[in-house]
């Protein structure tokens, strides 16, 4: 579907929903509210936009709305792209899962949740991707510091801030 | 057991063991990141580890003698990197490849441990981003040599000297 053509129709069928935003590339780009973001995205599958290319997260700290979740869909007939913008609350950001519509939404949620702490309801099995399991806080997180829990060390060496905390396996080294 | 033409050669049981150890230094098959293409090239004709029996690059760590740690270790790789070099038959050795595995390189930062020395102990540093073929060749044979002399005995021999 061209971009007027896809901007006609959401006019049409989701007016308060969906809002237009200026695009610097060719791929046309909304922001949609959360709570209508799974009926948009359904409305693109049946249009034709079949394949999810990836879920992405964005901390625009310390501006507020703080967080965005970006969606950019394929049509693979007509190689057309769209992107959705979505901005979840700041405080204890939710989102709603797509993992039902596309398979390969579950990891890319997982790994949004897992840098930014974005959490997405009603994903089947939304734990960390990339970090261990036992990892406190959101890495790509803007307030989150440069090198982690190493940062909060109170060192008079360098050697005491570069120190490998994890706990050790069992057995003998 | 007859001698032929009278001809014999006279060692002792530690030296023909460590010679042994030198000759046959099987390196575990374990990339990390950009150093591991780099250690491709160890076993390739253009360096050809074979000339100094270390080409066999093993699957298994119940098979090798030599990790080389050839990247940076992130910090999910941590617990991996030490389960595999408690699997390793003893004895053992350690090349830590390149500037990452040595001190964690350009990557200060809350994902990478900074210096594998911190997870287990390391025989020979090798620095470089990433160090050539030639000076991870360099560090396999400068450790034949320390094995040979007995300086370096690896793992558990090590601890008990």
């Not at chain 1, 440069?146 to 060390?153: Q, S």
Request: hydrophobic share 40%; glycine share 6%.
């Amino acid at each position: 579907m061209k971009p007027e053509a896809l901007s006609e129709s959401f006019a049409r069928s989701f007016p308060s929903e969906v809002e237009t935003l200026e695009t610097p590339f060719e791929i046309p780009q909304y922001r949609v509210k959360p709570e209508s973001l799974r009926v948009v995205l359904q409305f693109l599958k049946q249009q034709g936009y079949t394949m999810l290319l990836d879920i992405g997260g964005v901390d625009y700290h310390p501006k507020s709305p703080r967080f965005e979740v970006v969606y950019h869909l394929l049509d693979i007939q007509s190689n057309d792209r769209v992107r959705l913008r979505c901005s979840p609350q700041d405080e204890d950001p939710v989102v709603p899962s797509v993992a039902d519509l596309w398979a390969s939404a579950a990891p890319a949620e997982r790994e949004v949740f897992d840098l930014f702490g974005v959490r997405f309801s009603g994903h089947p099995n939304l734990t960390r991707i990339l970090m261990p399991d036992d990892w406190e806080g959101y890495p790509l997180r803007k307030d989150y510091p440069l090198r982690g829990p190493r940062d909060e060390v109170e060192a008079k060496f360098a050697a005491e801030r570069n120190r490998y905390y994890a706990p050790k396996l069992a057995g003998d080294l | 057991m007859e001698m032929t033409n009278g001809q014999f050669y006279v060692t002792s049981v530690d030296k023909f063991a460590r010679w042994a150890q030198k000759s046959s230094m099987w390196p575990l098959t374990f990339g990390l990141a950009c150093c591991a293409i780099e250690m491709m090239n160890l076993v390739a004709p253009r360096y050809d580890a074979a000339r100094f029996g270390a080409e066999v690059f093993r699957a298994s760590p119940r098979q090798a003698d030599l990790l080389i740690v050839s990247g940076r270790v992130a910090n999910k790789m941590a617990p991996v990197i030490q389960q595999i070099y408690q699997q390793m038959p003893e004895p053992k050795w350690v090349v830590a490849m390149g500037a990452c595995a040595a001190s964690g390189g350009i990557f200060d930062n809350y994902a990478v441990v900074q210096g594998v020395d911190h997870l287990i102990p390391v025989d020979i540093y090798v620095p470089g981003c990433p160090p050539t073929p030639d000076a991870v060749l360099d560090a396999v044979l400068k450790l034949q040599d320390s094995i040979q002399s007995g300086r370096s005995k690896g793992g558990v021999m090590a601890r008990e000297a």
